[in-house]
């Protein structure tokens, strides 16, 4: 049965820089601020747009969506055409991750490449306990320990150490976030599970893994590797969710090569 789908909405967006297109797709109840430091580094040598999808950052949520996985890729097509971008290649964190996955999977033409972050091909139970335990803490003990709850889950322990100013702006920030459009996306996320379609993949593809994401198991990595021909991976060592955040050379030196080489590849001509 297909999903509810409301009308596409124009999504505010980031874009900087020229050439083949880059999409960055933020997480659930982030923005595209997430990925501040990685486009200067991308816009170099591509043309990066970096949406905030419905209900998040500077993007209105409709009040019928139900924040489903075909709304959230209607949205992505809606923009792709407004600014004239017939195929992109699409980076995700996370949850944008995993509408990375379901975009490539649903729109194959609309994809150069794919590029997941702290992703997976399903969401497993112990990714569902950590989601619903945030939850339970936001209304049950209240949005301190909901800030103190995130901040333990989505990073490094040493990262956060070292930023603490950092956490300070997180646990003041969830204060006044609507997290209403991010409950909604959670929700439509806890049966997402394309292990079956993920082998008909034929786009070039990178993994990029955290051993230290307490959220999503690096195991996941290995998932995405053995199931998407020909699939690249880089699981980076203490480091947490937040990969963006916490390694944003790392992960845009590592978008980088992938990008170069997916282009080079693309120039090259037939073999006889």
């Not at 997976?120 to 949005?143: C, F, K, L, N, P």
């Not at 702006?169 to 459009?181: A, I, N, W, Y």
């Amino acid at each position: 049965m297909p999903e509810e789908a409301a009308p596409p909405v124009a999504l505010h967006a980031r874009e900087e820089g020229s050439g083949p297109v880059v999409l960055l797709l933020h997480g659930i109840a982030l923005s595209h601020s997430i990925w501040n430091r990685v486009v200067p580094e991308l816009a170099r040598e591509f043309r990066v747009i970096a949406p905030d999808l419905r209900g998040h950052g500077a993007t209105p949520g409709p009040v019928e969506s139900r924040y489903t996985q075909t709304e959230l890729e209607g949205d992505l097509v809606k923009l792709l055409d407004e600014r004239g971008v017939d195929s992109a290649y699409v980076v995700g964190l996370s949850g944008g991750a995993l509408l990375g996955l379901r975009l490539t999977l649903d729109h194959p033409s609309r994809v150069r490449g794919l590029v997941t972050i702290s992703g997976s091909a399903y969401v497993d139970a112990h990714t569902r306990s950590i989601v619903q335990r945030w939850m339970d803490t936001y209304r049950e003990e209240g949005v301190d320990a909901f800030g103190l709850r995130l901040l333990k889950d989505l990073y490094y322990p040493d990262w956060i150490e070292a930023h603490l100013d950092f956490a300070d702006l997180v646990r003041e920030s969830v204060k006044h976030q609507d997290f209403g459009p991010a409950e909604k996306w959670n929700a439509g996320l806890a049966k997402f599970d394309e292990k079956a379609r993920i082998p008909s993949i034929r786009v070039p593809t990178l993994i990029i893994q955290a051993m230290d994401d307490q959220v999503v198991d690096a195991s996941h990595g290995r998932i995405l590797r053995q199931s998407i021909p020909g699939a690249q991976i880089r699981i980076l060592p203490e480091t947490g969710h937040m990969v963006p955040l916490e390694r944003p050379h790392e992960a845009a030196e590592s978008i980088l090569g992938f990008l170069r080489a997916a282009e080079a590849a693309r120039a090259a001509p037939p073999s006889k």
